[in-house]
């Protein structure tokens, strides 16, 4: 049964960063695309970031280009978004997702293409 829990929320003021983790488990990671989304207070959950299987593909939406990155530990069968430089607009609970392809360069930023989700982790922007 594949996973997953998010860590590493907590509240930051603006221009701070945070590292989130994505552990997997029951899965080997190598085999998934992972996506991470966020959905603020009233707001439709949206796409972040997410990347390929093989870590060639990681396409970002543009509020977080330049500022936030993901990569993945398959042998830790983690995933981590680093988010830098962060503003009170960031602010919203994070998920992350998780979908099995062949497709080794493809990811995409579109909910309904995952098929497993985390329970979120809050990330809090504000001095």
């Known amino acids: 049964q594949l996973r997953l829990v998010e860590s590493g929320g907590g509240l930051v003021q603006p221009g701070g960063s945070l590292k989130l983790s994505c552990a997997v488990s029951?899965?080997?990671?190598?085999?998934?695309?992972i996506g991470w989304f966020r959905q603020a207070p009233g707001k439709e959950r949206e796409g972040v970031l997410c990347?390929?299987?093989?870590?060639?593909?990681?396409p970002a939406a543009e509020s977080v280009k330049g500022r936030f990155t993901i990569s993945r530990d398959n042998a830790k069968n983690t995933v981590y978004l680093q988010m830098n430089s962060l503003k009170p607009e960031d602010t919203a609970v994070y998920y992350c997702?998780?979908?099995?392809?062949?497709?080794?360069?493809?990811?995409?930023?579109?909910?309904?293409?995952?098929?497993?989700w985390g329970q979120g982790t809050q990330v809090t922007v504000s001095s």
């Open positions: 029951g899965v080997a990671l190598n085999n998934y695309v």
């Open positions: 997702a998780a979908k099995s392809t062949f497709v080794v360069n493809w990811c995409a930023l579109r909910r309904e293409e995952y098929a497993y």
């Open positions: 990347i390929s299987r093989n870590s060639a593909g990681t």
